[in-house]
């Protein structure tokens, strides 16, 4: 009968005109606005509607629920005042406040009943409102005033029943925690019999709690339970208790988490296979699918160009012939002809630096080097130290088949090689495979291998390579690394789940902690099978067969990760446990690349079920918005989106309150507009590329495409519209446009939401950290105000404390940020302040002349800001203006005088 999304949005709107967005209604350890209090609330009572109004329980009438949804979107109206905003930022015993004001709460509930369609409610039921505001929190025996009023004013029967349920629905929503909430319910003899509540709760690691969170909701969800509140660490859930349902096991959960897992890598992860031929080739071995073997072989043949070596070698040359310094003086490293030099002496020649001899083999080499690179994948591939599936029998079998192909010795010659070294891999490999005839290969056209053209050649040693690789995993019959890893990654995830609980003891864990801590120090930075672990990042006791040896590629400076590399001297890797490996993992999965920073939403305190909902849809609507710029999928490729260009928002944002913000207009708000030369600059690098593509031939163009275009003008106008779509054009289009999509999101239920960037906000800008964690800053305090979460950008080896103080912004870590904004996370309250003094400060840079390295900080920490009006005046970029006075006015230092205004 009632309709709760309309009620909900004129509710938004009514708290929305009353300010509540900027008040607070909650700070001890974490804040919540008076808005999101309230809406919450309101959100709990229209999920438990269909319980409570049921005749097993309490039977409301229509009047009834609409008396509730009243009385609770208002019970906090009194924490409005500013006397009790000013109190609640420092509160103190002597000066207590109450936001119970009687008056305010009757004059607010005709007008909000107006806003809901009620205004049929008569005085007297109004009033029953009234009375349950200010019953809401009173404790035993303060009451009686409010009930004896009721009583006497003739309120109906039911008023101490509706206003103990205002009361348990506000006990339960205040909680700080999913386990309080549970108990606020359970000890409240108003929900206790009529409201069964049940959590799951898991430790925040990272993108794998994401996971944990949505699995857990889904064996909950199946059971018939539905989440009530969502916090960032857990979800309590209600049913009905004479439902009687069931609470899922820590294994149902888990079924779930690895179909989850098992979806999530089964993408192409083709990109992250083939790892650097100069370090490790094969990075990410748990990853192998043994069925994807010709793809990586594939991706490996086009790690490296064909021309690259030949290129360098042609420029040290020159160099020799215009009589420049000779490339092999000492100490500058080993040249193209070194190289060749080097190769002789392997193959036991002898010749000339830049003879025409060695310009042949130069170009031998250069041409070579894609296969080098198939050969040193192979290798990795078929090697059980790399991967266990392949076993020793596997390698034997392995060795049988590459000598009967490429012949005797030849397997040994591959098995010397090591990273690229391109002497060495072409006398150990790749002459092997091109002294071979055409008729073994079924190219009985050429005599040797080496006569057969570049791209065929490649595709003949990728067949040959692929074929034994396939022989011996088929006959070793294991499953694929990858097979295994859902399951693995299932298992490490599902420990990080508190609730339910799987029956471990708390005490046998905590001692064991304290026993690796004590004998794990010898063991720092060393992989040791007899070693004993702390894992550095989430300190879990682990022993040398549950951890992984994590390297660069999976941890910046890993010796930053305990102190321990004080006293053992820096290390190249440390141990990390099972969970924390497969983590970082599962992210580098996801987004195809490590990410740059990571934007961290979670609800500030808790969120009800509607609200989550729409948090979810809002952020998703958003990121596929800004991909879809990206891309250039809209508009017309004038314009940009950088959450970076910080000046550019605060322009856009002009004298807006960025509290009336609303997710649609984020996308406008970090978009910016190619300069016309920039645009210019492109076309013309488009036109280019196209020429080169299509040999300059425009027909050629026309047919492969399948459209006419009589000049390359009118086909660079096309590519910018999007109106071609031959694949190498629009990979053209991509390059030369910048049409990248750096913005992910992994987002699966309103707990916890990540936003991935694979480049940094504010990269691309020669600026100090400084100045750099300040536009992090602004973006988060933005995204803080228009998504009413706690927002965090972070690197993600800088672990965020997500449990102390949170407000609306984490602020960088970065001393002289932190000290200049005084906390570490920006508090609601002062979140508009800070957003226009980011703003202010970013448009006043450039005519400060300041140097733009610290400028951003440097304006921002100015004290008196005042005497920016002088640098501005001398900077001699133009005149101090009163636009620039009203820019200063906003910055923090600013004191404005008491008495007399500065006005402009
Ligand atoms: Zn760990």
Not at 38 to 52: A, H, K, R, T, Y
Not at 154 to 162: A, E, I, K, M, N
Not at 494 to 519: M, N, T, W
Request: charged share 25%.
């Amino acid at each position: 009968m009632l309709d709760p999304g309309n009620l909900r949005s004129a509710a938004a709107a009514w708290m929305m005109s009353r300010g509540w967005k900027h008040k607070l209604a909650k700070t001890r350890g974490y804040e919540q606005s008076l808005f999101e209090h309230s809406l919450n609330e309101f959100d709990v009572l229209v999920e438990l509607l269909p319980i409570l109004t049921s005749s097993r329980h309490y039977n409301l009438s229509d009047t009834e629920q609409k008396i509730l949804l009243v009385a609770l979107l208002i019970h906090d109206a009194g924490k409005e005042t500013e006397e009790w905003q000013v109190y609640v930022q420092n509160p103190r015993a002597d000066r207590w406040i109450s936001h119970i004001i009687p008056d305010l709460t009757r004059n607010l509930i005709p007008e909000l009943c107006g806003k809901l369609g009620f205004e049929q409610l008569t005085e007297p039921v109004q009033r029953i409102m009234a009375h349950c505001v200010e019953f809401h929190h009173s404790r035993p025996g303060k009451s009686d005033g409010a009930i004896f009023e009721a009583m006497l004013t003739g309120g109906s029967d039911r008023f101490l029943t509706l206003a103990y349920l205002v009361r348990a629905i506000d006990h339960f929503c205040s909680a700080g925690s999913a386990a309080q909430a549970r108990e606020a319910v359970e000890h409240d003899p108003a929900l206790a019999n009529h409201l069964m509540v049940a959590i799951h709760e898991a430790v925040v690691r990272g993108v794998s709690t994401t996971y944990v969170h949505s699995s857990s909701q889904v064996a909950f969800q199946q059971k018939g339970w539905r989440p009530l509140l969502y916090f960032s660490n857990a979800t309590i859930y209600g049913a009905d208790p004479n439902d009687q349902r069931l609470i899922p096991t820590v294994n149902e959960i888990s079924g779930f988490l690895q179909a989850q897992i098992d979806a999530v890598i089964s993408r192409d992860v083709t990109p992250l296979m083939v790892g650097s031929p100069t370090a490790n080739i094969l990075p990410k071995p748990d990853l192998f699918a043994f069925s994807e073997s010709r793809q990586y072989l594939q991706s490996a043949g086009g790690k490296i160009g064909a021309q690259s070596f030949a290129r360098a070698y042609d420029r040290e040359k020159s160099r020799i012939v215009k009589g420049g310094s000779d490339p092999r003086s000492p100490g500058k490293g080993k040249t193209k002809a070194d190289v060749i030099l080097a190769y002789w002496k392997l193959v036991k020649r002898k010749g000339d630096p830049y003879s025409l001899e060695m310009d042949r083999d130069v170009a031998r080499l250069s041409v070579a080097q894609p296969e080098m690179l198939v050969f040193k994948f192979f290798k990795a591939m078929v090697d059980p130290k790399k991967l266990d599936s392949v076993t020793k029998e596997g390698a034997d079998l392995a060795k049988g088949l590459y000598e009967k192909t490429f012949g005797h010795g030849s397997w040994d010659a591959l098995q010397s090689t090591s990273t690229l070294m391109p002497a060495k891999d072409m006398a150990s490999t790749v002459d092997y495979f091109w002294a071979l005839t055409g008729e073994a290969v079924n190219h009985p056209e050429v005599q040797k291998l080496a006569e057969l053209p570049d791209q065929t050649r490649l595709q003949v040693l990728i067949d040959l390579l692929n074929g034994i690789a396939q022989e011996v995993y088929a006959s070793v019959g294991r499953p694929s690394p990858r097979d295994i890893l859902s399951q693995n990654m299932a298992q490490a995830f599902v420990k990080d789940i508190i609730r339910p609980s799987a029956g471990s003891d708390i005490r046998a864990f905590a001692s064991e902690q304290l026993d690796h801590y004590c004998r794990s120090k010898p063991f720092a930075g060393k992989d040791n099978a007899q070693g004993i672990y702390l894992c550095p990042i989430c300190n879990a006791p682990f022993n040398f067969n549950d951890g992984v040896r994590a390297s660069a590629d999976f941890i910046d400076s890993p010796q930053t990760h305990t102190n321990r590399g004080v006293a053992c001297g820096p290390f190249g890797y440390i141990m990390v446990c099972t969970a924390c490996y497969y983590e970082r993992l599962l992210l580098q999965i996801l987004l195809g690349s490590r990410p740059a920073e990571i934007i961290t939403l979670l609800p500030r305190l808790n969120l009800g079920p509607a609200k989550g909902e729409q948090l979810v849809r809002k952020v998703r609507e958003w990121v596929e918005g800004a991909k879809a710029q990206l891309r250039g999928e809209s508009g017309n490729l004038q314009s940009g989106f950088s959450l970076g260009f910080t000046e550019q928002a605060a322009r856009h944002l002009g004298d807006r309150d960025p509290f009336t913000l609303e997710s649609d207009e984020l996308l406008s708000l970090f978009s910016y507009r190619i300069a016309g030369d920039k645009q210019k600059e492109r076309e013309q690098e488009a036109m280019r590329r196209l020429k080169e593509e299509f040999d300059n031939d425009l027909n050629a163009l026309g047919v492969a495409c399948g459209q006419s275009f009589s000049t390359w003008e009118s086909v660079v106008e096309a590519l910018i519209e999007n109106q071609i779509h031959q694949q190498e054009v629009k990979a053209i289009r991509r390059d030369v446009f910048r049409l990248f999509e750096t913005i992910y999101l992994i987002c699966q239920t309103p707990n916890l939401i990540l936003i991935p960037l694979t480049y940094e906000i504010a990269s691309g800008k020669e600026e100090a950290e400084t100045s750099k964690a300040l536009r992090r800053l602004y973006v988060a305090l933005i995204l803080s105000l228009v998504f009413e979460s706690s927002v965090a950008i972070h690197k993600q080896a800088d672990p965020v404390d997500f449990q102390s103080g949170m407000g609306a912004a984490y602020v960088p870590p970065i001393p002289a940020v932190r000290s200049l904004i005084g906390h570490d996370w920006l508090h609601i309250t002062e979140a508009k302040c800070w957003v226009a003094a980011i703003g202010a400060a970013s448009m006043l840079v450039r005519d400060t002349g300041l140097p733009a390295r610290s400028a951003l900080y440097q304006v921002l920490a100015a004290d008196p800001p005042e005497k920016l009006a002088r640098r501005i005046e001398e900077a001699g970029s133009g005149r101090l203006t009163p636009r620039h006075l009203r820019l200063i006015e906003q910055l923090p230092g600013f004191r404005r005088a008491p008495e007399k205004e500065v006005s402009v």
